[in-house]
């Protein structure tokens, strides 16, 4: 039985970085190349022990911090929640018929279909002036 040897990460990037720059004509392949292969790797960073001990410190209060904040935001949507209800409680208690008609959902209010998902780069046409609704 024969053992491969396994390649490191580092062995992979040299090996991809080495292709031929001819084989790469596409533009968008040349700059998703570059982007990918041209630095590799980063160094690991070495900690002495003092220095790794400082480092699990701050990001153990880092991912305190962080979910003292989402329990915070969540006690806020909790809150807010709740206060919604009380508050469609309240109408439905004064008025039956407001209530009613606070609670019908609209059938032709949808999410636009057209609309453009959020993205970093801009659109390829800019505004569309033929577009009319339906």
């Not at 998703?32 to 590799?40: P, V």
Request: include cysteine; glycine fraction near 2%.
């Amino acid at each position: 039985m024969q053992l491969r040897r396994l390649e490191t990460c580092g062995n992979i990037f040299r090996r991809m970085a080495s292709t031929k720059r001819r084989d790469m004509k596409d533009a968008k392949a040349q700059v998703i190349h570059r982007i990918l292969f041209e630095n590799g790797p980063a160094p690991r960073i070495k900690f002495t022990e003092q220095e790794m001990l400082e480092h699990e410190t701050i990001h153990r209060a880092w991912q305190l911090h962080q979910k003292q904040k989402r329990d915070r935001q969540q006690r806020d949507l909790e809150r807010q929640y709740q206060k919604m209800n009380e508050a469609c409680d309240e109408l439905e208690r004064l008025d039956k018929k407001l209530y009613q008609a606070a609670m019908v959902v609209p059938k032709d209010t949808l999410y636009p279909i057209t609309m453009r998902i959020p993205t970093q780069v801009p659109p390829k046409v800019a505004w569309n002036n033929e577009w009319k609704k339906e």
